[in-house]
């Protein structure tokens, strides 16, 4: 096969109208082997289309694309010889062994009517003289209608036509790749997108979080500065509470005094008072009077120590 032909057989932009040869007779079972030792063997790489002017349009695209060269069989101008077949039992038509879709028998016919199969190069001697026809053995030994016969040993791991099959397994496995890769670059950029907007979203995470972390720490230090200075509310409290409680008792024992002192009043105090008692009595009463503006300063002071903690208390 020429490199053009090889080119043209693996070009994608062939349309749906043409089709060629192998892709027809795609059930050859075991006469398979024949068509590759076949004296018109590049004729199974036609490329039949259903009229001349698809092929023209064919042979256009191929030309614009630079796909090769490749030989068309328009079924519209085929017109296939009829032959007759030796009415015996060793010999069998080869079309009659190829399954392919109806459509193309015309082109079928031109290819494959004129070779029989017969059982030895004898008997294909013997019926292409007298029927002017290409006879092949199973084995692959051919006489043709003209008179030359060819034979000998070939190979059978190289087959042509199974080079074809698997070329076209390649090439369908190919496309069937490509599609797929186009899947997933669509669903990469899709995944792309994606990871741009978490990255964007954990960009701003991480601005709020540091955000966040500044301020805490003045909110720390004054948090810190709020409980250090409800400590020293506590502590002057406790400390007032203290004093209150002392001042209390004092001036317990001073009503207490007062109270006795009252009882005393119209009483002859030169009777009942010496004078060093006289003159504790004075010194009492002067302290009352002293005492008494401390100790409301102290009770104010309290009750707003008291409402200041409560307050900070509720705060933090």
Sequence with gaps: MDRSTSCSIVTKSTPSQSRRLPEQGTRITRFRKLLGLMVRFHSLFHVVVDTDETASRVLEMMKRDKAGRVTFVPLNRVQPQTHTYPAENDVIPLLSKLDYNPAVRPAMEQIFARTIVCPSLEICEGYARSHKLDAITLDGDKVERKGAMIGG????????????????????ELRDTEVKLAKVKAELGELEGTVTILNNEVTQLARKKRTLHESREPLLAEIAQKEADIGADRN???????????????????????????????????????????????????EIQLLRPTLNEISRKRSDVIREGMYLSMQY
């Design 236 to 286: 002057a409290i406790t400390d007032l509470e203290s004093v209150v409680e002392r001042l209390g008792r004092a001036v317990t024992i001073i009503n207490s005094e007062m109270s006795e002192l009252r009882s005393q009043i119209g009483t002859p105090l030169k009777a009942k008072l010496s004078v060093q008692e006289e003159g504790q009595l004075q010194e009492a009463i002067k």
């Design 153 to 172: 040993y070939r190979d059978p791991k190289r087959s042509r036509l199974a080079t074809i099959k698997s070329l076209a397994a390649c090439m369908q």
